[in-house]
Nanobody, 123 residues
């Protein structure tokens, strides 16, 4: 599967953005998809994940502000980001793994990655 993330941009603190991760392939509905991000000078970190049966899980830093969802008819997973903070500034990546259940929060659990999209939040 090939993934393409989009929707990043420059916003002010408190604003919202919606990222999209579009996948190729007809079996995308059976993939668990995760969002990760990498801030300047920091390691890539887990943000959120949605399993192929719809279970979701969030990093504590985004819980209550971000929502991950999917539209299998469009082969797309979304990350709605509200109440953005300057510390959310990072390149955001989507990643996917087929037919694995469980709470997948580690990069090594995802074999497929898209190019990132940059989110910049000004104070």
């Amino acid at each position: 599967v090939q993934l393409q993330a989009s929707g990043g941009g420059l916003v002010q603190a408190g604003d919202s953005l919606r990222l999209s991760c579009v996948a190729s392939g007809r079996t995308f509905s059976r993939y668990t998809v995760g969002w990760f991000r990498q801030a300047p000078g920091k390691e890539r970190e887990f943000v959120a994940t949605i399993s192929w049966i719809g279970n979701t899980y969030y990093a504590d830093s985004v819980k209550g502000r971000f929502t991950i969802s999917r539209d299998n008819a469009k082969n797309t997973v979304y990350l709605q980001m509200n109440s953005l903070k300057p510390e959310d500034t990072a390149v955001h990546y989507c990643a996917a793994v087929p037919e694995v259940l469980g709470t997948l929060i580690h990069q090594y659990e995802y074999p497929y990655w898209g190019r990132g999209t940059l989110v910049t939040v000004s104070s």
